[in-house]
């Protein structure tokens, strides 16, 4: 509780951390690898590269201020109250995911993903959501060009898609209650879609 972290690597291979109240600087990056069962709360993070292979992680209201190549290879994740700026390639190749409370700037977002739920989100992402599988997104926006190419079994309700070409490419794609802005040319290219 209440610390602040500078240098690299202090949380590789941990169990029921929990972290509480802290910063963690620039400096520490790739600071939370290959752990299990841990909880941050309240926390801000300005260093990249966080969080990579964890199993079981609960996040809730942390701010990231450079989130490139965070969350890659974690499973079971309960996620609420992020902020996230720059997170290019954020959650790459990671699976079981629940996310309530969500902003997102950076681009190639959940690429590779599998079985995540999301709820009240903003995301701000080019290339969102390619090679997915079993995602969905309830009451939210996305504003995205090439939103979703290559998925499987996405899911949208009640959301907002705004971007160039979105949502081609996609095999067995739900739209239920959704409206599409009025940069959203070419969308559906071979998709199979029931809106």
Avoid at 17 to 35: D, K, L, M, Q, S
Avoid at 87 to 108: A, P, V
Avoid at 123 to 142: C, G, L, P, Q, R
Avoid at 167 to 187: I, Q
Wanted: a negative charge.
């Amino acid at each position: 509780k209440n610390c602040e972290f500078e240098g690299k690597y202090p949380f590789w291979h941990n169990e029921n951390a929990v972290i509480e109240n802290c910063i963690f600087r620039e400096g520490a990056r790739a600071a939370i690898w290959y752990t299990k069962s841990m909880k941050m709360i309240d926390s801000i993070i300005e260093a990249p590269k966080m969080f990579r292979d964890i199993d079981g992680l609960f996040l809730k209201n942390v701010t990231f201020s450079d989130a490139k190549e965070t969350l890659w290879y974690c499973q079971n994740l309960d996620i609420h109250d992020i902020k996230v700026k720059n997170g290019d390639y954020i959650f790459m190749h990671s699976s079981n995911i629940k996310i309530d409370k969500f902003e997102l700037d950076g681009n190639y977002s959940f690429q590779y993903c599998k079985n995540v739920e999301i709820h009240n989100a903003t995301i701000n992402s080019k290339d969102a959501f390619w090679n997915t599988e079993n995602v969905t997104v309830y009451d939210s926006v996305i504003n995205s060009e090439y939103f979703a190419w290559h998925s499987k079994n996405l899911r949208l309700v009640n959301c907002k898609v705004s971007g160039l070409q979105p949502l081609c490419y996609c095999d067995d794609l739900v739209m239920e209650n959704c409206t599409m802005g009025e940069v959203c040319n070419l969308c559906f290219e071979y998709s199979t879609i029931k809106a």
